[in-house]
């Protein structure tokens, strides 16, 4: 049983248990400067952070999952205006003022705000010239090793944020101050920053949690920090996300030695005993697995804090078959995702269900449904970064390697493949290699909104790739256009038609236009092709 305590905080009411901190209200408008007293305090605003994670996560699959190949909108021929927005953002022609990316832009910074609260109280401040997080004298009381690691669970989770955002809309606000009081006047002269500005903070922030934060191995992690602070974000967290932030920028060299030390000394591995290695990972009863690094808690219990997960994900019309209490059908899979899995990997029976009824052959996220007594409350936590990325990740900054040949084949050995390893003789090339450590990460993550990133940062780190994103996507319409893209209503548009929807202006979400029209100070540019 997990016994649980009701915290209220300033502008959050966070609960607390032996398990996991969530929030639960928000409480606007409540003076926060003088509330900052003692590391207590700076616990329950994080906690409040943490759990600031969960509204963005709402949106997040349909920025990312929805608008690669491997999911769909479940019902083509639906003429409600959720669904054909949705259809929208799958085929790259979102309105500017489409709710959901508006939402995704504003949960971010909402919680972006929060996080630099807590930065701000502490006296952590990011220096714009240098590119460096430095220490002030802070008036709250905490020991030295507290400040430490609190400021740097901040730093990562404010990295975690930018990262999304500069990924999906390009160069964005870079507010790393909170603004209150008449201070708030200044925020309508905050224009948007370069990407390269926005890639500054993150790297500054995770250099920053890197170095602060615990480190221990997660055998003595797990030991010492049973029940809430195991879900917390720690050093090697936050080493993961920096090597991937530096794969993002094509910089492998400083990308490697992260990876190969979270390898060799943090701990963490890879599932690989039992009957079901791989669909233990996702267990709710092995929650923050060895294998996990971080992840977004949820807690079920009717308390308002359970995962949406199995009622978003499970087929719609679906009654009690998938999950109690039906499902919307949302990002649904892809017959083309489901072709791409051979018969004898073990990933696929994981991620990929099949609902049938009569002529009507669904598939869903299988790997996010978990039983419910109640509608969207569920218990199964979000992974964010898990053991899996961090093997492949090194495979993809080292190239093409025996080493890098080997460390694909850990994954395709726990899948049930390992009697077919990949080789020099079956990747002979160096094109081989790239199509062969892409397909390889979208059967290991799909439908954890990780494809769409590696859609567009293999267009970097993989340039002999088969297809870039937009070729892939183009491919990815065409293999789908009969099943799928066809059924739409009528008129339906032509093949070509949705070919030439996307484009690499389209890569990026444009900027919500309320962001635009509602400052009348300065002139915020939108994306190319809005």
Known sequence: MKNLIIILFASLLVLASCKKNIDRYPLNNVAIDNYYKTAGDIQIALNGCYAGLRPTLLEEWQMT???????????????SVPNREKSDLDLFVPSTSLASVYTYWTTNYANIRNINLVLNALEINYNETNGTLTRGTTGVAITDAELKELSAQAAFLRANHYFNLVRLYGGVFLIHEPFSGAQALEAVNVNRSSVDDIYKLIIADLLYASANGVSLNYTAFAAANSGANLGKANAWAAKTLLAKVYLTLNRKTDAIPLL?????????????SGLTPYADIFSISNEMNREIIFAVRYKAGGIGLGSPWPNTFAPELSGTAVVNGDGDGFNTGTIELEAAY??????KPVNLGIWSTGNNRRLYAKKHITPVTLIDDAENDWIVLRFADVVLMLAEAQGNTPASLALINQTRARAGLGATP????????DQRFADSLSKERRLEFAFENVRWFDLLRFNTTLPLLSENAVARLKSHYAFMFTSHYSRYPSPAPTLPTIQGYITNDKLLL??????????TKIVIPQNPGY
């Open 65 to 79: 999952e929805l608008r690669s190949d491997n999911a769909i909108m479940g019902n083509p021929g639906s003429t």
């Open 260 to 272: 190969n030390d979270v390898i060799t000394n943090s701990g963490y591995g890879l599932l690989t």
């Open 342 to 347: 051979t018969a004898a990997d073990a990933r």
């Open 422 to 429: 990949l080789t020099a003789l079956t990747v002979p090339t």
């Open 510 to 519: 444009p900027i919500p236009q309320r962001e635009i029209d509602n400052n």
